[in-house]
């Protein structure tokens, strides 16, 4: 009997062990995944709404990194160029996508599940973010820009928004509506530093102005006239009818400001409208009304294109995962769970059956309005001169974030009173062709 009590007992240890080691294994064996993302609206309802994906798939971690826009660019073109593989998921854009792409740095997105339906996705936005006909990024939300006003206060001033303004018509409206000791401003514009946040901006008014940033020669082209006009109106208009403070206000401190009825007019992102429209974020999602990015002497490069997407760097080591993840990030699936959640107006668009659903267009006074914008946008001609590169509120070089958020900070000077006009621009193009000079694009 002794025997057989040992053996029993021993035997029972073994079965627990087992199942423990199982336990262990099975821990062990569920796959990390860190996500590097930016900390817009869109971006924070994935957070939230992921809990959902990780329930589905009880296998896979979800890590969250939260980061401001021009820190998120850094983070993650340094854990790229220095094969760290700290991040498994990034958010990254039409400007990185086809060129990490091209390096060998991003997973390709391929054989992706059938119903994920990629055909689907606007194709401005698979062609922006593909390299020699090859997907390397899936696109969370496609966004053109375009002019936000209050609705209101035009009525109220007798003023009247065309459906396509001119800078000269916005400066009129500006004057008119600012009322600074009420703490109304007659335009909010982007002033913080960044070739991906005043740049990108500033680029459509100097593209619309008529100027470029390089000649077909790649010689820098910032000191010149057309810079000169366009740089001159914007930091005039933004010192005179302005907020306080304009060379720190990025895409989301404008968001706020107009969201909380500061601003008679913001021109940026159409991603902003779903918050805009959105009466739980919106103070005057009532009384929002929309127009066409302005033109002053062109329109061509008046309006950006840009896809904030999910990519996975080659140096990740959860690629089934983190794949598995974005694949859900994007698809038909959240969209839903989107409109369900926050309403309509703030789903991220970049399917053509979102901008073609009841739900949708019942919400979205501008859906139609912003597919066009997107489908108008013309990376490949984005200046009223031929230039050497592709992208309208970029330059599709390597070297441009460098050369980029120098002329920013020129230019936020500018805005701020620190900097002359002149001294800026000529240290812009000087610091552009030092930069295109040395990667051997000047002949």
């Known amino acids: 009997m002794k025997m057989k009590s040992s053996m029993r007992r021993a035997l029972v240890l073994k079965v627990a062990f087992a199942g423990f080691s199982a336990c262990t294994a099975q821990l ?39 980061l ?3 820190v998120l660019r ?35 997105m391929t054989n992706l599940p059938p119903d994920y339906d990629l055909d689907d996705v606007v194709k401005t936005a698979r062609d922006g973010l593909s390299y020699d006909g090859q997907l390397y990024a899936l ?43 009420n703490g109304q401003y007659g335009i909010c514009l982007r002033g913080k530093a960044g070739w991906g946040e005043n740049m990108a901006y500033v680029s459509t ?22 810079w000169h006009k366009a740089i001159s109106f914007y930091a005039d208009l933004l010192k005179k009818d302005g907020p306080p403070g304009a060379s720190s206000n990025g895409f989301n401190e404008n968001l706020t400001l107009m969201s909380s009825g500061k601003c008679a007019m913001w021109i940026d ?21 929309f127009a066409a990015a ?17 990519a996975i760097p080659k140096t990740s080591k959860a690629q089934d995962a983190a794949k598995k993840f974005i694949t859900w990030a994007t698809s038909k699936q959240y969209i839903e769970m989107v409109g369900k959640d926050e309403g309509w107006a703030s789903i991220p668009p970049s399917r053509k059956s979102t901008f073609a659903r009841p739900e ?17 946008a013309d990376p490949n001609d984005p200046s009223l001169e031929k230039v050497p590169y592709n992208g309208i509120q970029f330059v599709g070089i390597p070297e441009f974030p460098s050369f980029g958020t120098v002329v920013g900070q020129a230019i936020a000077g500018v805005v701020a009173g620190q900097t002359s006009l002149d001294a800026a621009l000529k240290a812009g193009n000087a610091a552009a062709d030092r930069a295109v000079k040395q990667a051997g694009y000047q002949k």
Do not use: C
């Open 74 to 108: 850094q983070r993650a073109t340094t854990d790229i160029t220095t094969n760290s593989g700290q991040f498994d998921v990034v958010a990254i854009g039409t400007y990185e996508a086809p060129q990490w792409g091209k390096r060998g740095w991003l997973v390709p």
């Open 28 to 66: 062990s064996s569920a796959a990390n995944v860190t996500i590097a993302t930016l900390n817009g609206p869109a971006m924070l309802e994935l957070k939230k709404l992921s809990a959902s994906f990780e329930k589905a798939n009880p296998d896979i971690k979800l890590n969250w990194v939260i």
């Open 139 to 181: 696109p969370f939300y496609v966004e053109s820009s375009m002019t936000f006003y209050r609705k209101d206060l035009f009525q109220a001033a007798g003023l009247k928004m065309p459906d396509q303004p001119t800078y000269d018509q916005i400066k009129q409206f500006a004057d008119t509506l600012t009322d600074k000791p």
């Open 360 to 376: 949708y267009k019942q919400a979205v006074p501008f859906g139609e309005f912003v597919l066009k914008a997107i489908e108008s």
């Open 68 to 70: 401001e826009e021009n």
């Open 269 to 289: 992102a159409t991603a902003a409208a779903g918050t805009l429209y959105n009466k739980a974020q919106s103070k005057v999602a009532d009384k929002i009304g």
């Open 294 to 310: 302005p033109v002053a002497v062109t329109p061509k490069g008046s309006h950006w294109l840009w896809s904030w997407s999910l």
């Open 205 to 226: 008014v100097v593209n619309t102005y008529g100027g470029r940033w390089f000649d077909e020669n790649w010689k820098a082209q910032i000191d010149t006239p057309e």
